[in-house]
């Protein structure tokens, strides 16, 4: 494993082991709206402050970008660090054990290393150019079926009312009414990277920000998956509507 990965993991790690024991001490059933708002604000300001202050220790002339605190440092020959601590907040609001710590480094506006951390089960997702995809320490790589009827495919609610988001939706509504297996997680992070670990078999997943895009569409890359805008094209910016699987079943889950 590469040492910034080890950097970013370890720093995970421990915003991780945090998060859980603020999430286990806060009593969501006896709080107000307000409290909530409040208790997800530390959480995600505090830890990827955190996180931040880690990573500078050893990297200190590196820029940093986090999802809630902006950027900080602008230095175009330098590395840019993307950091985000709870990737679903809807999930982490209502407990269901499904969100992702995500750091990825970013070097001439490609993603170098990527880190997609799930507390709450310890899954560690880890990636760098070139040199494959991890899941706890041990390869992954996509699966290799080449019919929808066989698969799982997970997607993520399409939000608002646009095109894309339309299109979306009837190649979801397609999928279900065609009786194929389809399932939802709700974070943007952790399908992509249950595709890599073939746990899914392909995926559309909607309205992913950069943080989750660049570091998990590294971990999906190296693992063998080809990833593609809702209408096929490769070149993909976010925020954006994503298809992903298998390079033989992407093309039966665009032509839907």
């Not at 001439?108 to 320490?137: C, W, Y």
Request: charged share 20%; with cysteine; glycine share 8%.
């Amino acid at each position: 494993m590469q040492p910034m990965v080890n950097l970013a993991l370890r720093a995970a790690r421990n915003a991780g082991q945090d998060l859980v024991r603020r999430l286990d001490r806060f009593d969501a059933a006896q709080s107000t709206d307000q409290e909530k708002a409040k208790f997800i604000a530390d959480c995600t300001i505090g830890l990827e402050k955190g996180i931040i202050f880690e990573l500078k220790k050893s990297l200190p002339d590196h820029n940093y970008e986090g999802r809630e605190t902006g950027l900080n440092g602008t230095d175009d020959k330098q590395p840019t660090w993307q950091i985000c601590v709870i990737d679903d907040i809807a999930n982490f609001r209502v407990g269901i054990p499904a969100f992702a710590i995500i750091i990825s480094c970013m070097v001439n506006g490609k993603t170098e290393h990527a880190v997609i951390l799930n507390p709450m089960n310890g899954d560690e997702f880890t990636a760098s150019r070139g040199r494959g995809a991890q899941l706890n320490n041990r390869r992954i790589r996509c699966g290799s079926l080449n019919t929808l009827s066989d698969a799982i495919t997970a997607f993520t609610q399409p939000m608002g009312l646009s095109d894309t988001a339309s299109q979306q939706r009837a190649k979801i509504n397609t999928l279900m009414q065609s009786g194929y297996d389809v399932r939802s997680i709700g974070s943007n992070a952790l399908t992509l990277s249950y595709v890599a670990a073939d746990r899914f078999q392909a995926a559309f997943i909607s309205d992913m920000d950069s943080f989750s895009l660049n570091a998990g569409g590294l971990i999906a890359s190296e693992a063998g998956c080809l990833l593609a805008d809702i209408n096929g094209q490769p070149r993909i910016a976010a925020p954006a509507n994503v298809a992903v699987a298998n390079p033989r079943l992407l093309k039966s889950l665009l032509t839907l």
